[in-house]
């Protein structure tokens, strides 16, 4: 898993952040193909990188998780913010802030519910 080399390109402060949410990703069981795309840290399935399920990102001030669609994920937390046209943003200031049981829940159920064409 590229997980040290993402963390080799991102501020050490959010170092912590962003190992919550891969083990809460990882928590999940589920069989995610992984890899470094678009400067954030990318589970997909069979490689399709443009198809991707759930990512980790660092930006200046956040650690960000986020879902490619998150009109598939019952937001009953209401946490998930508007990304783009289909992406579901979650942002986090410190690793105090990951619940990781619902990360995993939230992780899960992307995985479930999405299409693999």
């Known amino acids: 898993m590229p997980l040290e080399a993402y963390l080799a390109t991102v501020r050490p402060d959010a170092h912590d952040t962003v190992r919550a949410l891969v083990a809460a990703i ?8 992984c890899a470094i795309k678009y400067r954030l840290l990318l589970y997909t ?15 200046s001030k956040v650690v960000n998780l986020r879902f490619l669609f998150r009109d598939r ?12 046209t289909t992406a ?15 990360v995993t829940a939230y992780v899960k159920e992307a995985a479930a519910r999405h299409v693999r064409s």
């Open 45 to 59: 399935f069979d490689t399709r990188w443009h198809d991707w399920v759930v990512a980790v990102g660092v930006t």
């Open 26 to 33: 990882d928590a999940a069981g589920i069989d995610f193909d």
């Open 73 to 84: 994920i019952t937001d009953s937390a209401g946490l998930l913010r508007a990304g783009s």
């Open 88 to 102: 579901g943003t979650i942002d986090y200031r410190s690793v105090g802030e990951v619940d990781a049981a619902m």
